[in-house]
């Protein structure tokens, strides 16, 4: 009988309600997880500060110098600065060279991007197939993205010269030789076309990731209903690979604003400014002139065509309802 209520007054209790903390328990626990919460932001803080250290004095520095400096003169006789107002963005607006520039600028961001693009997602749908040896495809495709740009040019310039490695194999079939860098209108293609070799490898890993992500449900499904590669390609892949691809398009026009190694090295601008982009004017304006001022305006213009052109990047990888 003792047992028997012993047991009902073990299962009362276990049922029972929990009485609630006292007061000064629950303000303890609360100061006890403050206490955790602001040591973890301190330790995130800390661990961060190195990197936020260099961004600052790499970026943000910078940035708010050349904002300074497209509003002065900087005399070339005695280093001066003097407030000069918008009269640096006046001469620029009002520069004939300057809107050449922008329209190379536009035109070879306009074709080369897209084509990116394009190759980097051709690369990226044929490598996630199950092709012979697919690991060592994708390292050999990669390999250029992983050269620095300068040594990209380097090799390029010695393969594109009059008697360079590409004329050799044309004249070894039968075709002439080709002005590739002293050709006004085969300088900016021959510069798209290191530049596209060097970049496909990069985006395609960024393709093919997208394409991990897609569920292999999907294309069991429309195998069921009957649909062929192409179809599957256009109802499932590409609707699929919107931001994927959104963020490549973007990502790469953004590094080709930001050429310049390849445009020094291979053809300072040239022939005819054919390949004066604006990475180079602004070099060519404030280094080689001696036109700080002029220079810096034009930083900020580059930093005003780039922040529209993230600003669409979100616009484009903004999640549908």
């Known amino acids: 009988m003792s047992d028997s209520l012993t047991r009902r007054g073990t299962a009362a209790d276990a049922v029972a309600p929990r009485r609630p903390a006292p007061p000064r328990d629950r303000k303890h626990r609360t100061a006890r997880i403050r206490s955790t919460r602001r040591r973890t932001t301190l330790v995130a803080f800390a661990m961060l500060a190195p990197a936020l250290v260099v961004l600052v004095a790499m970026r943000v520095v910078p940035l708010f110098s050349a904002i300074g400096l497209s509003f002065q003169h900087v005399s070339l006789a005695t280093g001066e600065t003097t407030f000069d107002g918008l009269a640096n963005y006046l001469y620029l607006f009002t520069d004939g060279n300057f809107y050449s520039m922008l329209v190379v ?94 970049a496909l490898g990069y985006w395609m890993i960024f393709i093919i990731a997208g394409l991990k992500d897609i569920p292999a449900s999907l294309y069991e499904a429309a195998s069921i209903d009957g649909a062929g590669w192409w179809r599957r390609l256009f109802a499932i892949t590409l609707p699929l690979l919107k931001r994927p691809m959104a963020f490549v398009l973007i990502a790469c026009t953004v590094g080709s604003f930001l050429l310049f190694a390849p445009v020094q090295i291979l053809t300072k601008g040239g022939p005819n400014g054919s390949t004066n982009l604006i990475m180079y004017d602004i070099y060519n304006r404030s280094y080689l002139l001696g036109d700080i001022g002029v220079g810096q305006a034009e930083v900020v213009v580059l930093l005003v065509i780039l922040s529209l052109i993230v600003a669409l990047q979100f616009r484009m990888m903004k999640e549908d309802d």
Do not use: C, E, K, Y
């Open 105 to 198: 600028t536009l035109v070879f961001n306009l074709i080369l991007n897209p084509v990116i693009v394009v190759l980097s997602t051709a690369l990226a749908l044929l490598l996630v197939q199950h092709v012979p040896f697919v690991g060592v495809w994708r390292s050999m495709i990669f390999v250029p993205a992983a050269v620095p740009g300068a040594v990209v040019a380097l090799i390029w310039s010695t393969a594109l010269q009059p008697d360079g490695l590409v004329n050799g194999i044309l004249q070894s079939v039968g075709l002439p030789a080709q002005p590739f860098l002293t050709s006004a209108n085969q300088a900016a293609f021959s510069i798209g076309i290191m530049v596209t070799w060097g």
